[in-house]
């Protein structure tokens, strides 16, 4: 009984070590393994279940056997899992330089900074320059010379944070006091665009932030009226938010431009539902308009993007440009409230979140 189990237990032993030669992924291992060591129907548990017809006296030969065997294959099957995973940690230090290079994230630009560069662009295929200022402000060049008196609610300590040991410098409230600096240093005809940050001092809500940016606009030359103003900010809406838009000027007040215009565009989101014509077409049927629930407009069918106007004559003079020569129109917006129409997105403070998901969605 001992010489035949010895000679099937060599033969198991045999045929094992001839599969197990030809192994070479940690899957066909498992397979092996289960197969010689499953407890139920495992070649070894087989072996096990003959201890029952042995005499008593060979019981512990035989078990002996049978267990060296199961000793040998464990041992076996722990080698070649190591050299298997051995070699596989190898291969994954090794890279093939000539296969094409996996895709990475590539950045961009913050949200506001594309907005911004989108304007700028379309202003300087207009033939506009870009001037910069500082962000640190003359109180004289952000208020005074833009023709804001000194009792003007504007200078309240409510919207402006002054220096501290400065009497006569703020954080800049708008960008326009850049265009007092361009006039100064330079004479007619200017053409210019002034995109930077700005500070008022309001409490953080879905439409304010105590820091935003603003462009600002400025053109000045002889014979200059009302229509290139409007002109020109026609081709503006059109270019940027769409052909379609239509423009509406509403009579405004701003302290440095006489007469003055708020500008407001067709909703995009609802306007020819509620009737207003798209642009190049008769503005009859107004009247025929509708009410929508649209958000976006809440309901009017128009929606406030910037103010405009023709340049006081008397910033003119504080700037020694004289208006019985010349006149000029100028214009300001706020890019986060144009990033937000454009985009579709509803809370300006998402804007400074920097959630990915929400910059990416964008993109
Ligand atoms: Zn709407």
Redesign the pocket.
């Known amino acids: 009984m001992i010489d035949g189990l010895k000679k099937e237990i060599e033969g198991v032993r045999r045929s094992f070590l001839n599969e197990i030669a030809q192994i070479q992924s940690p899957e066909k291992l498992a397979a092996l393994k289960e197969r010689f060591l499953s407890r139920k129907k495992g070649i070894v548990s087989q072996q096990l279940l003959k201890l029952r017809d042995c005499a008593a006296a060979e019981k512990p030969v035989a078990g002996q056997l049978i267990n060296q065997l199961k000793m040998f294959i464990e041992t076996e099957l722990a080698r070649i899992e190591e050299k298997i995973g051995a070699r596989r940690g190898t291969q994954e230090q090794w890279s093939d330089c000539s296969l094409p290079a996996s895709d990475l994230p590539i950045g961009r630009f913050h949200l506001i900074a594309e907005i911004q560069r989108q304007i700028e662009d379309i202003f300087l295929n207009l033939g506009y320059e870009i001037a910069s200022g500082p962000e640190v402000e003359l109180e004289e060049y952000n208020f005074t010379a833009l023709n804001i008196p000194e009792y003007h609610p504007a200078r309240d300590e409510q919207d402006t944070f002054f220096i501290e040991g400065f009497a006569n410098m703020v954080l800049r409230t708008q960008t326009s006091p850049m265009q007092i600096r361009y006039m100064l240093d330079h004479q007619p005809p200017l053409k210019i665009i002034s995109p930077g940050k700005v500070c008022r001092k309001d409490d953080p809500d879905a439409t304010h932030t105590p820091v935003f940016h603003q462009v600002e606009g400025l053109l000045v030359d002889q014979g200059i009226h009302f229509s290139h103003l409007k002109g020109t900010l026609e081709v503006f809406c059109r270019s940027f938010f769409g052909p379609d838009v239509n423009l509406r000027f509403r009579p405004g007040y701003f302290p440095f431009t006489e007469p003055s215009a708020e500008v407001d565009i067709s909703?995009?989101?609802?306007?020819p539902r509620?009737g207003i014509p798209p642009a190049g077409t008769s503005a009859a049927d107004a009247a025929s308009r509708v009410q929508?629930d649209?958000?976006?407009?809440?309901?009017?069918?128009w929606?406030e993007i910037l103010g405009s106007g023709m340049v006081h004559p008397q910033v003119l003079l504080n700037c020694h440009i004289d208006p019985e020569i010349y006149s000029g129109f100028a214009f300001g917006m706020g890019i986060e409230r144009v990033a937000m129409i454009k985009l579709g997105v509803p809370d300006l403070r998402m804007l400074y979140e920097n959630d990915l998901r929400l910059l990416g969605q964008f993109g």
């Open positions: 909703c995009f989101m609802c306007s509620q929508s649209c958000k976006v407009c809440k309901g009017s069918g929606l």
